[in-house]
């Protein structure tokens, strides 16, 4: 029975050793994101911040209404994506958003129309994926720095950008299969 305290408390001790190299790990990997992103590392944690406040201050505003709504935070502008019922709805949206601290700009792309299909959500989602996957490939661009979000088989681009990635990145997009239109919301540095 002595024999077994001390196995059992190593076993436990790996177990929790375990818990701090997934922590250690994730730390990393959010570590090495921040440092390749051309945003500060208190913009980086503030857009995660404005997205998921986004996100719970329109669950407060329209308990039945935001399935279909993403939000997107990128140097401190938020994209908002999907569908809505009516204008009103479209409009408050916006406001709600508004609201929200470092909040500078807010892109309203909400569609006035009824949910996507199962379809049209995993057609996006690899559009998404080519999109991404040419712009990490191609040298003149810095792929890794631009963040694609596609609604309805139009790709939304947003990023720190110099003009020519700018141009590069939008030309990646616009001949990627399935892309119906480029909507282009860099902002731009020297």
Do not use: W
């Amino acid at each position: 029975m002595k024999r077994l305290i001390p196995v059992a408390l190593a076993g436990l001790a790996i177990v929790q050793l375990q818990g701090c190299a997934t922590a250690v790990v994730g730390g990393a990997a959010v570590g090495a994101s921040v440092a390749l992103d051309r945003r500060t590392a208190g913009v980086y944690v503030s857009d995660q911040e404005i997205e998921l406040r986004a996100m719970n201050r329109l669950r407060e505003a329209f308990p039945q209404k935001t399935d279909n709504i993403s939000a997107t935070s990128y140097n401190r502008q938020v994209l908002l994506t999907g569908q809505v019922p009516d204008e009103a709805t479209r409009a408050r949206v916006t406001e709600v958003v508004k609201g929200i601290p470092d909040v500078r700009t807010v892109f309203n792309e909400l569609s006035i129309s009824g949910v996507t299909s199962l379809t049209s959500d995993a057609n996006d989602i690899a559009i998404t994926s080519k999109v991404k996957t040419r712009l990490l490939r191609d040298e003149r661009v810095p792929g890794i720095k631009i963040k694609v979000v596609t609604e309805s088989a139009v790709v939304y681009l947003m990023g720190l950008v110099t003009q020519a990635e700018a141009e590069a990145a939008t030309e990646i997009a616009r001949t990627t299969a399935g892309v119906t239109k480029v909507v282009t919301l860099f902002e731009y540095i020297n």
